[in-house]
């Protein structure tokens, strides 16, 4: 087991959480993952659909995956759509791959696809439920012709096959120094 100098370090901020790589570790391919609305309430709000794994628990999933594929990660929540705008647009030429759950802003939001649409760098939307076995509205996203890829309909593991997904189709895009 490493020593803990030279294991990756993460720190909480808010709604967000961050996994750096210490000096010296080769973490180039920066991640975010933004999760949108409710979301905060995983674990609680219809867990017969989107199970009892917390936010939290998803997110520290992430960052122990993220780590083992030397990537770079940062979450970021929120229920309200300019927030995750923002977000979006302060990313811009400061990340390499986007994971997204827009949740309920999937079905609606022009504003969450054009901040998406001028980043310039892979998007994978990310779905804890099968979007098609719901609803005929939840059949809708502003994203799909945008994103590289959609992985849904595996609970908290749709995250972490979109991790991994960010990683392989990243490889040949990471510079070598």
Known sequence: MASRSNQKQSSKRGNRAVSTSPAGEGADLRVLVIHGPNLNMLGEREPEIYGRTTLSEINDRLRELADELSLELETFQSNSEGEIVDRIQQARAKIDVLLINPAAYTHTSIAIRDAVAALAVPVI??????VYRREPFRHNSTLADIAHGRIMGFGAESYMLALRAAAA????????N
């Open 125 to 130: 939307e990310v779905h804890l439920s099968n």
């Open 169 to 176: 189709i990243s490889v040949p895009s990471r510079s070598v």
